[in-house]
């Protein structure tokens, strides 16, 4: 084991998405030293797999890569991908927090050539694609990745497939002995910036998630429409690529239901609207369905949620979906009651998207200290011990909350480490 001393009021962020890296740089532009650790093998989280960011449609590429610069300038930034927090212990202005890194089996003479990839006859399940697609078991994590550096899954490497991989790298890079290290560093703070992920589809057996590929998560629709993405951009159904003619987008989907999240994800309702839009560019003509309990877009998305609403080709219910029944010839139908008319409908697509929430991380990954957290998994801060919580650690929030909120979780952490 190995340790690493920051300067006195050294922090901590766990977590290296939009969130995770928003509080580093906070924290390091004003001098203090910050180790920033991501448990994946790259910097973005759920913010790199978007297509675009409501309201402006802009692509998250831009602001992430002004991020990623940011990072590489500043000396005070030390980073450390697939490395997960194992246990903290001491106290306020004096943690020593013990950290572990999982091998890449890919060292730090790689040059992101992709010859590895090329060579490697083995395949996985592309992760960063929601499983949509293929990768090679070497493979760079996506196109923005940061650090721009492969990876390899070594348990889906064949014997030859380990042959391959290394026999093509001329640099040297690939080290298929890598081990698991073990390293502690010395904070005064700690902010987590831990994320979140989609509920789990499965879980809602009256939607059917996974029985047809006509339904999907609004995640996998985000990663359709992005260009970089398993269909090039293009939204069609998977398994058959079957152009749109028409889809229901059904809302809170695991979200405020006592039986899965109680909560509001907050940002399902502008998400549907703006994948809307994703269908809309793509097909003029296609019939849009929304079915929801309530629209919620409060304050400055209410013009947004206005324009989606105006046009001809979508129809709103208002009212809970019940079932999906999955039709022979690949689509499905959407059962409801409406609750204005008390009519129950059934309405027949091409495919159905369903509004998966979000889940904090660490309610299903666990903590490695005494952290305080709500029933919902969310963590809440406690400034005297200086443990902080930020983007959607804290709470269900959209980019814009997430960083004003890692700004003042920055603000705190530097305030602590100065006492």
Aim: glycine share 8%.
């Amino acid at each position: 084991m190995t340790g690493e001393q920051g300067t006195s009021g050294a922090v901590l962020v766990v977590g290296g998405g939009i969130s995770g890296l928003t509080a580093a740089l906070e924290t390091a532009e004003v001098g203090n030293d910050v180790f920033i650790v991501e448990k994946s093998a790259s910097f973005g989280g759920r913010v790199a797999q978007l297509n675009q960011y409501f309201p402006k449609l802009c692509p998250p590429s831009c602001g992430l890569e002004i991020n990623f610069r940011r990072v590489r300038d500043n000396r005070k930034i030390r980073t450390y991908t697939m490395t997960t927090v194992k246990s903290v212990s001491g106290t306020p202005g004096n943690y020593e927090v013990t950290l572990e890194t999982s091998p890449r089996y890919v060292n730090s003479n790689c040059t992101a050539c992709g010859d590895c990839a090329v060579a490697c006859p083995d395949e996985i399940d592309n992760e960063f694609n929601l499983g949509m697609n293929k990768s090679k078991a070497a493979y760079l994590p996506h196109e923005m990745a940061f650090p721009r550096r492969y990876v390899i899954k070594k348990e889906s490497l064949t014997a030859a497939g380990a042959e391959a991989v290394k026999g093509a790298c001329k640099y040297n890079a690939v080290d298929l002995d890598m081990k698991t290290e073990t390293f502690t560093v010395n904070v005064a703070s700690i902010i987590w910036a831990t994320g979140w992920v989609p509920y789990e589809a499965t879980k809602m057996e009256n939607l059917k998630f996974g029985q047809s590929k006509a339904i999907v998560t609004n995640m996998m629709i985000e990663r359709m429409a992005a260009p970089n993405g398993p269909t090039g951009g293009k939204i069609v159904r998977p398994g058959d690529e079957k152009p749109i003619e028409s889809i229901a987008f059904v809302q809170c989907a695991g979200s405020r239901d006592e039986n899965h999240l109680e909560f509001c994800s907050h940002v399902c309702c502008m998400a549907t609207f703006k994948q809307m839009t994703y269908v809309r560019e793509q097909y003029p003509d296609a019939k849009i369905y929304v079915f929801y309990i309530d629209l919620r877009t409060p304050g400055k998305y209410e013009k947004f949620r206005e324009v989606r609403m105006a046009d001809k080709n979508a129809t709103f219910i208002k009212g809970k979906v019940a079932d999906i029944i999955l039709e022979a010839d690949g689509g499905v139908s959407v059962i409801a009651e409406n609750a204005i008319t008390a009519e129950k409908i059934t309405q027949k697509v091409d495919m159905a998207v369903l509004a998966t929430g979000m889940q904090p991380s660490l309610a299903l990954q666990g903590v490695p200290t005494d952290l305080l957290m709500d029933t919902n998994g969310f963590v809440i801060s406690e400034f005297d011990k200086a443990m902080i919580a930020a983007g959607c650690a804290k709470k269900a929030a959209d980019v814009v909350t997430c960083t004003q909120s890692s700004t003042a979780a920055a603000l705190k952490a530097i305030q602590v480490s100065r006492r």
